[in-house]
């Protein structure tokens, strides 16, 4: 080891052989044991939510973010635009992104954010990189800077296209709603197809739900949209914001999203076998400005009692706060509940006295908008 200034951040890669035999139940049951222990654990239910392991605060202002959450779906009178590369023709009221993509060829895509009321990109450079890179390991025939000026041209004229499609339209929820969804698709023909779509709110109503359950894909490097079709096999409650991977007891990313947990005051979240976001990149970036040691390695199951808190981060959520993480033995959506399997615990964060997890947060959010490059 040696010493940086405080502004700096220390990466590490700890690599700690645990759980390599065990399967997630044993894991579960270890955790509980040891939140036991500690008297964290108040009940552990099989088949019910909401065994506490978290001490409340019982002071402190109430954090807005406790009462939100991202809505996974849309509206169904939403107005949506389709723009391909091959002719430029505008597609109005297509389905939302996921149908399309699924009704779509296979192919490598990225899903981008607007700022700016629609006129700008958050990270429009890594974006167009990612359909490269996704695309050269999708082994698609193409040629990395062609397909940069062909996306980049495509988007703009689906931009364009939607702007004038809803020109004139009411926008009863504030300047955030004016904001787009932008899905962008490549397939072996070298074809370039653009979904535009709102991005809607950053969270809805209720406490911020996770649940810990599912495999991570096969090959997380590359934003395959295969992925979207085999991840519908997950059955996601609807009260459930979002999945986490697991495998082994070591947490990598979500459905749709990053996940990272602080502990000890050290941010954690995987450095390989997830797909490295651009909200992700925000979120690291932050964190070393804000003097947070960074540990790129998957967070454990069994440390779940020392977090001090959890986060996932994508397109639409930016770096959104757990308040409620569950954890639950089965995988395919099965279970009594019909939410997946027997609730096994349940673990609550009250992120309003962390004061790092609240800068970090509203740090991410400032990145976005800050790192965003117009398209016109």
């Given amino acids: 080891f040696f010493f940086l200034p405080f502004s700096s951040v220390l990466y590490f890669n700890s690599r700690r052989p645990y759980w390599s035999n065990m399967s997630l139940r044993s894991g579960i049951e270890m955790t509980i044991a040891r939140c036991s222990s500690r008297g964290l654990l108040t009940s552990v239910k099989r088949g019910q939510r909401a065994s506490t392991l978290s001490k409340r605060s019982s002071s402190g202002p109430t954090d807005v973010s406790t009462s939100e959450r991202t809505t996974s779906t849309a509206s169904g009178n939403e107005p949506r635009v389709v723009v391909s590369s091959a002719d430029m023709r505008v597609v109005t009221d297509p389905p939302g992104g996921i149908a399309w993509l699924e009704s779509m060829p296979r192919g490598a895509y990225t899903t981008a954010r607007t700022t700016g009321g629609g006129r700008c990109v958050f990270e429009l450079g890594f974006h167009l990189q990612r359909l490269v890179d996704s695309s050269l390991l999708m082994a698609l025939r193409v040629d990395g800077e062609a397909l940069k000026l062909r996306a980049m041209e495509t ?222």
Wanted: overall charge negative.
């Fill in 155 to 376: 988007l703009r004229r689906g931009v364009e296209a939607y702007l004038q499609h809803t020109a004139g339209e009411a926008n009863p929820a504030g300047e955030d709603d004016r904001e787009l969804k932008l899905t962008v698709l490549v397939c072996n023909s070298g074809d370039v197809y653009v979904h535009v779509s709102p991005l809607g709110p950053r969270k809805a109503p209720g406490p911020v739900r996770v649940e810990i359950r599912g495999a991570p894909r096969a090959n997380a490097a590359a934003k395959d949209s295969e992925w979207v079709t085999e991840r519908k096999k997950l059955a996601k409650p609807e009260d459930v914001n979002e999945l986490v991977l697991e495998a082994n007891g070591a947490l990598y990313e979500g459905l749709s999203s990053n996940f990272f947990t602080l502990m000890d005051g050290t941010l954690h979240t995987a450095g390989d076998n997830v797909l490295m976001g651009s909200v992700r990149e925000s979120v690291l970036r932050q964190a070393a400005a804000l003097g947070i040691p960074i540990v790129l390695d998957a967070p454990r199951l069994d440390d779940l009692p020392r977090w001090e808190a959890a986060f996932v981060s994508s397109t639409s959520r930016m770096l959104l706060p757990i308040d409620e993480l569950t954890v639950r033995s089965g995988g395919n959506g099965g279970g009594a509940d019909g939410k997946g399997g027997e609730t096994v615990v349940t673990r609550t964060f009250d992120h309003a006295p962390d004061a790092r997890a609240r800068a970090l947060e509203a740090a991410v959010k400032a990145d976005i908008l800050s790192s965003s490059e117009s398209i016109f």
